[in-house]
């Protein structure tokens, strides 16, 4: 078979043709693709290993119309920030982190993965060969989106007989269009995003599309993003669309246990840390619906939507609105995060990765 690869005629990498700057308006940027100018590529058969990867500019690529991914959903993609700090030296934030994180996905999905080391040096490269893209410290960052998928072309449903890793970039400044307004929550009881057994706790991209029409259907009522429930009692919480979700009460700060049905998120393992070594009690357990009346707080945490208050949940018509007044706890945490991704707060833990 033919196996397909990056078009011939995208240009290869010219590190010493590009500008450090580039003539853009990073204010207000949102999270629209702006594509930054290469692409990293890796391929691997069924069986095999990745080698040989490879920067080019970005583009589009070849695909078999039977591929594995496009059949049948084989694939996983990743998300991690590069960030410029206050001397301008250019970070990354814990990418082993989601180098493992690609690992046991693809063991979920039957996929061959890269080994760490090759996935954070491909995200180095690429964060380094896009250095023009990465705003401003303060304006937004570099997001780094690495996608495993099966490239090779099968008809029976079986793993694919070959894989490509990917990686593209664009500058990305507030996830929501609130900006840093607090988000309004949906509770959704009639659609799942995860079930026991399934591939809710990795990044599978088959874990995105099928909560689209409950995002549509939440945002039509001027909601920002849904919250779903667990699909077998509809009682505890599980994660939004695209972020996890943590409740505080009495200075205790909640979120919902790792179950096979959330994903563990990057910033939420983080926020986690952070929390405790300020001091909070952090509890990872089963929260119960019913306990988002009485929450002091909620917030969100992602790698795309980092850390974001809500200001409402709304569950089968009744509205619970949070005091927004005062210092938040989520406010602490997030300038706790950015601050050390900043440079700014001391980085004991040696998250920050200098490239
Ligand atoms: C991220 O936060 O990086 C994600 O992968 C969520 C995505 C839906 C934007």
Known sequence: Y?????????????????SENVDFNWDNLGFGLKPADYMYTMKCLEGENFTQGRLSRYGNIELSPAAGVLNYGQGLFEGTKAFRVEDGQ?????????????????????MPAPSTEQFVDAVKETALANRRWIPPTGKGSLYIRPLLIGSGPILGLAPAPEYTF????SPVGNYFKEGMAPLNLYVEDEYHRASPGGAGCVKSITNYSPVLKAQAKAKCS???????????NKTYIEEASACNIFIVKDNV???????????????????????????????ERGVRVDELDDADEVFCTGTAVGVAAVGSITYRDKRV?????????????????VGIQRGVVEDKWGWVVKI
């Open 222 to 232: 001027g909601f920002s993003d849904v919250l779903y429930l667990d699909s077998s």
């Open 321 to 337: 609105n949070y005091n927004m007044d005062g210092q938040l706890v989520s406010q602490k945490l997030f300038s706790t995060l």
């Open 166 to 169: 990917l990686i593209y970039a």
């Open 90 to 110: 250019i970070c990354l934030f814990r990418p082993e982190h989601n180098a493992i994180r690609m690992q046991i996905g693809a063991e979920r999905m039957c």
């Open 2 to 18: 033919h196996t397909s690869g990056v078009s011939a005629s995208l240009k290869e990498y010219e590190p010493c043709h590009q």
């Open 253 to 283: 700060i909640s979120t919902p246990a790792p179950s096979g049905t959330i994903l563990e998120g990057i910033t939420r393992k983080t926020i986690i840390e952070i929390s405790r070594d300020l001091g909070y009690q952090v509890d």
